[in-house]
C-alpha cells in the first residue's frame, strides 16, 4: 500500500522566494554582504548564518534580508545582537568588526587543536546507504577532503538493488582509502551491525549519506577524543546544508537535528544524572548522523537493535535507544559542537510529514524495545512522564517554542500520532528481524 500524506500548506510564491541563503560566517575576515536577489532570481527572504571565530563555531543567526539587501555592517550588528556575550570576550570587548579581526598570538581554539591532533587516534569512518550514489558521493567527497584525514572510509551499502553505491566507492577509492562492504538483509541496524563486526578494535565515526562533513569534522571529533580519554561517545553538531524550501525551513523551526543543545560543549554520564535523565534524550544526548564511538562501547550494550532504524516499521530510533544505553550503564557521552556536518533536509512537504511521523514513531519503539530488555525501568520512566507532557504541549518547551505561526500544525499531530504507533511498530519490527537469516555476502 503507498502511504499518503497531507497536502502541503498553499504556498503561491514558492517559487519566486529563496527561504533562506546559508552563509558560514568567519568573524576574523571581512563579512560579505548578501543580496536581496539570489543568483536564480528568487527574492532572498532570510539570511541564516553559522558563525565562527578561529574556525570555532559559536552559534547560529537568522536575519530578515530587507529589499536592499544586507551590508557586512548590517550582518555584524546582527552578529553582534545575537551572539555578542559570546564573540566580545574573544574580541577583546569590542563589538564585532565588519572587517574581520586579526589576533595578536595564536588563538587558544586553534593551538588547542593543533596539540590535541599531534596525539589523535586514528579513526574510522563508516557511511550507510542504500541507493543514493549521488548524495553517497558528495559525502566521501568532504570526507577525503578533511584537515585531519580519516584512517579509512567504510560504506555499507544496505541491500542494494544496484551497483550505482559500488560503483561510487570505486571511483572515491582512486583518491583515498575508501572501502566497501554489502549488508544484503535491509535496515539501517542491520547494517550498523556488519559494520561494527568489520572495525571491530576501530575508533568509528558515524556519518548519514544526505550530509557533509566539515572540513574540520573529523579534527574536533578527534581532539574531543584526546581531551576526553574517559569518553565512551563524543557527538557532534548538525546544521542545515540549505534552507531552499519552507519544508526545510520549519525542519529547523522543529529544532533541526539538535533540538535546542546549542553549541556549549557538554558531558553526560552518572555525574550529570540528576540534571537530565539517562531516559529522557531532549534536549538530545546526540544524533545517528554525527556520532563517534571507542572500541567495544556498542559490543558492551549487545549491539544495534535490529527492529529499530531506517527500514524498519519504528523508522528511527536505534541511535536514540544506544545512547540511553550507553548512559545506563554507566557510560559517558561528550558534546563536542565544534565537531560539525551539514546535512540536506528533505525539501518538500511530504518527505517532511514522514520524518515528523517517524521521529513520534522511532521513540516510543525504542522506549518498547529498552522496557522488553529492562522492566524495571517502568517506574523511572513514569516519572519522567510529567516532563514529557510539558515538553509535548508547554509553549516554552523546546518542542514548541521555537515554532513560527507558519509552522504548520498537522506535522505536530502526525509526530503524536507516530508516538502512538510506537510500540505497536517495534514489535512487528522486531519479529521481521528475526525471520532475516544471514545471506551471504
Not at 559500488?166 to 559494520?195: I, K, M
Not at 572495525?199 to 581532539?223: K, M, Q, S
Request: net charge neutral.
Amino acid at each position: 500500500m503507498t502511504a499518503t500524506y497531507p497536502a502541503a500548506p498553499r504556498l503561491d510564491e514558492e517559487h519566486d522566494v529563496l527561504p533562506a541563503v546559508v552563509l558560514d560566517l568567519e568573524i576574523s575576515e571581512p563579512l560579505p554582504a548578501v543580496g536581496a536577489v539570489a543568483a536564480d532570481g528568487r527574492r532572498v527572504r532570510q539570511a541564516w548564518a553559522l558563525v565562527r571565530l578561529f574556525t570555532e563555531p559559536l552559534g547560529t543567526i537568522l536575519v530578515d534580508v530587507p529589499e536592499r539587501g544586507l551590508t557586512p555592517a548590517d550582518l555584524a550588528a546582527a552578529v553582534d545582537a545575537a551572539l555578542g556575550d559570546v564573540l566580545r570576550p574573544r574580541l577583546g570587548g569590542i563589538p564585532v568588526p565588519p572587517d574581520g579581526f586579526l589576533p595578536a598570538s595564536e588563538p587558544a581554539f586553534l593551538a588547542g587543536r593543533r596539540a590535541a591532533l599531534a596525539v589523535a587516534p586514528d579513526i574510522t569512518v563508516v557511511i550507510c546507504t542504500r541507493e543514493r550514489p549521488g548524495a553517497l558521493a558528495r559525502c566521501l567527497d568532504s570526507l577525503l577532503a578533511q584537515e585531519y584525514m580519516p584512517a579509512r572510509v567504510l560504506v555499507v551499502d544496505n541491500a542494494p538493488a544496484t551497483e550505482a553505491t559500488a560503483e561510487v566507492v570505486r571511483s572515491a577509492a582512486r583518491r583515498g582509502r575508501v572501502d566497501y562492504l554489502r549488508e544484503p538483509r535491509p535496515g539501517l541496524s542491520f547494517a550498523r551491525n556488519a559494520a561494527e563486526a568489520a572495525t571491530r578494535g576501530e575508533i568509528v565515526a558515524w556519518l548519514d549519506d544526505d550530509e557533509l562533513a566539515d572540513r574540520w569534522w573529523l579534527a574536533e571529533v578527534a581532539r574531543a577524543l584526546v581531551e576526553n580519554p574517559d569518553a565512551d561517545v563524543i557527538s557532534g553538531v548538525i546544521v542545515p546544508a540549505e534552507l531552499e524550501t519552507r519544508a526545510q525551513i520549519w525542519f529547523e523551526q522543529f529544532g533541526g537535528h539538535s533540538k535546542g543543545r546549542g553549541f556549549k560543549p557538554d558531558t553526560f554520564g552518572p555525574h550529570t544524572a540528576h540534571i537530565q535523565s539517562p531516559l529522557y534524550p531532549l534536549p538530545p544526548f546526540g544524533t545517528g548522523a554525527n556520532m563517534t564511538f571507542r572500541p567495544g562501547v556498542i559490543e558492551r550494550i549487545g549491539g544495534w537493535d535490529t527492529a529499530l532504524g531506517a527500514g524498519t516499521p519504528a523508522m528511527g530510533s536505534e541511535d536514540t535507544l544506544a545512547f540511553i544505553q550507553v548512559l545506563l550503564a554507566g557510560g559517558t557521552i561528550v558534546y563536542q559542537p565544534a565537531a560539525v556536518t551539514h546535512h540536506y533536509h528533505r525539501r518538500d512537504f511530504a518527505g517532511l510529514h514522514k520524518q515528523m511521523v517517524g521521529y513520534g514513531t522511532g521513540l516510543t519503539a525504542a522506549y518498547t524495545g529498552l522496557l522488553l530488555g529492562r522492566p524495571g525501568l517502568l517506574w523511572r520512566l513514569l516519572r519522567l512522564a510529567p516532563t514529557a507532557l510539558r515538553d509535548l504541549t508547554g509553549s516554552d518547551s523546546l518542542r514548541v517554542s521555537t515554532l513560527k505561526d507558519d509552522f504548520p500544525r498537522e506535522l505536530l499531530t502526525a509526530n503524536r500520532r507516530g508516538m502512538m504507533a510506537g510500540p505497536g511498530a517495534y514489535l512487528r519490527g522486531r519479529r521481521a528481524a528475526r525471520m532475516r537469516p544471514r545471506a551471504a555476502r
